[in-house]
């Protein structure tokens, strides 16, 4: 199970590190050339004309794209942002990018907008204001997911940390003893029985009183930990009715003897507070 853990984290940051790498690739032009002659065939379908030309896809640089049309046309903006957002989609293009609406007479831009990875955040100004008919062409511009770059680097570290602290969790978990079936707990060398009150080591059983296993299961439900003399008293004596002096110290005494076989468990005591399980 702690393999597969381990891999879990170790896929997950090489995901990471993997995707980061593939927002920056570059986008085929011939696919995005026919997204975009797409795109100018149904804003001509949209106002019925389905007779003019759709004029050849200039690349201006791996980024940028000129769409121009045989005849005047009118844009309206809705419909414009829908046919891109709908034609890149299907494409698989980047969803970041620059759409510019330009006057073929005067190089002015008549209309414009950027689309971004998250709706919330999408710019679609004047989207009821139709252009009149006139000629127009069209620049796109793909922009790079800095954000979304940025945002995996900054990931990455945590990602580290969190592997960091998952393996010193697993390290400690790994220390505690382990249930290996549902009446027996590993200590060390030793297989503890609680429900049959004894310890055994190499086929040797090492019998437990009814206190002495209490103890015991208490201590070995927070192994390494610090247990109060309180609680154990209230769990085993007090809950009960019955108030005791120093008759934990004795089973504590009689425990640790027991345990004195394997050099890796100590029963310690903790001046003032409680007892320990340590094991190592």
């Known amino acids: ?89 299907k494409a698989e293009l980047p969803s970041n990018y620059i759409i510019e609406v330009l006057q073929c007479n005067d190089l002015e831009i008549a209309y414009s907008y950027q689309m971004k990875n998250r709706t919330d955040t999408d710019i679609v100004p004047c989207g009821g204001r139709v252009l009149p008919k006139s000629c127009y062409f069209l620049f796109i511009k793909f922009q790079e997911n800095k954000a979304d770059f940025n945002f995996w680097i900054l990931l990455i570290p945590f990602l580290l940390i969190g592997l960091i602290v998952f393996l010193i969790f697993k390290r400690k978990t790994s220390l505690k003893p382990s249930k290996e079936e549902d009446d027996q707990i590993r200590l060390g060398s030793f297989i503890f029985y609680p429900e049959q009150h004894k310890l055994v080591k190499q086929a040797t059983e090492i ?26 008293t209230k769990r085993i004596w007090e809950d009960n009715g019955v108030v005791v002096g120093r008759s934990l110290d004795t089973y504590i005494s009689k425990l640790r003897k027991k345990l004195q076989d394997d050099p890796n468990i100590k029963l310690t005591n903790v001046h003032g507070i409680g007892y320990k399980l340590e094991i190592q």
């Open 207 to 232: 019998s437990l009183s009814k206190k002495e296993c209490e103890i015991l299961e208490i201590l070995s439900e927070k192994p390494n930990d610090i247990v109060s003399r309180e609680e154990l």
């Open 1 to 89: 199970m702690k393999k597969h853990y381990h891999f879990a984290l170790f896929y997950l940051i090489f995901f990471s590190l993997f995707s980061c790498s593939q927002k920056g690739k570059e986008i085929n032009p011939d696919e995005v050339k026919v997204a975009i002659r797409t795109v100018g065939h149904k804003l001509l379908l949209a106002q019925k004309d389905s007779t003019s030309l759709v004029l050849p896809i200039e690349e201006i640089n791996s980024k940028t794209y000129k769409l121009k049309f045989e005849n005047d046309l009118s844009i309206d903006p809705r419909i414009l942002v829908d046919i891109i957002e709908q034609s890149f989609k």
